[in-house]
């Protein structure tokens, strides 16, 4: 009995390790040169790219992760000084809102940029299959995000039956 006692709370502890938060954390915690490096190199080996293509991916992604690295510690700065346990005004929670769409609106434009630049930097070939890796990234992403893997498979089951 406290043999399966041990082995379920190892098991919820190990499981409780690899929380969305935790990963973000050591996202971070990287050097935008380390993180840039890496995903050129994991590109370099999906696309099959060369060396004028490994430069210009590595550039790109070099200055997004320092800007995403910018933001983060800027939003960190943020929560740091709110006071813990005071709830927000109706005019704070107005404003968090409309800043919540703002944010979101920037980052599908970035979005959109990072697609058309990569669009330059890839041939045709590589382009389309850099499509199917950022797809089945996504898709990963968001099964393993539980409640939104669900509304996301429930988008796309409503979107083959409209095709």
Do not use: C
Request: glycine letters at 2%.
């Amino acid at each position: 009995m406290i043999a399966i006692a041990a082995l379920f709370v190892a098991t919820v502890s190990f499981a409780q390790e690899h929380t969305r938060g935790e990963r973000l954390k050591k996202m971070m915690n990287t050097a935008p040169e380390e993180t840039a490096e890496m995903q050129t190199k994991r590109l370099t080996l999906a696309l099959v790219l060369d060396d004028k293509q490994q430069e210009r991916v590595y550039d790109l992604y070099l200055a997004e992760a320092k800007e995403r690295k910018a933001q983060w510690e800027e939003r960190s700065a943020k929560r740091s000084t709110r006071e813990k346990g005071v709830k927000p005004t109706e005019e704070e929670v107005a404003a968090m809102r409309a800043s919540i769409k703002e944010r979101h609106k920037a980052m599908l434009d970035k979005q959109i940029a990072h697609q058309e630049k990569m669009q330059d930097i890839l041939n045709e070939e590589q382009f389309k299959q850099w499509r199917k890796l950022k797809m089945k990234r996504h898709e990963r992403m968001a099964m393993r995000d539980g409640k939104r893997g669900d509304r996301f498979q429930k988008r796309r089951s409503q979107e083959r039956w409209r095709k």
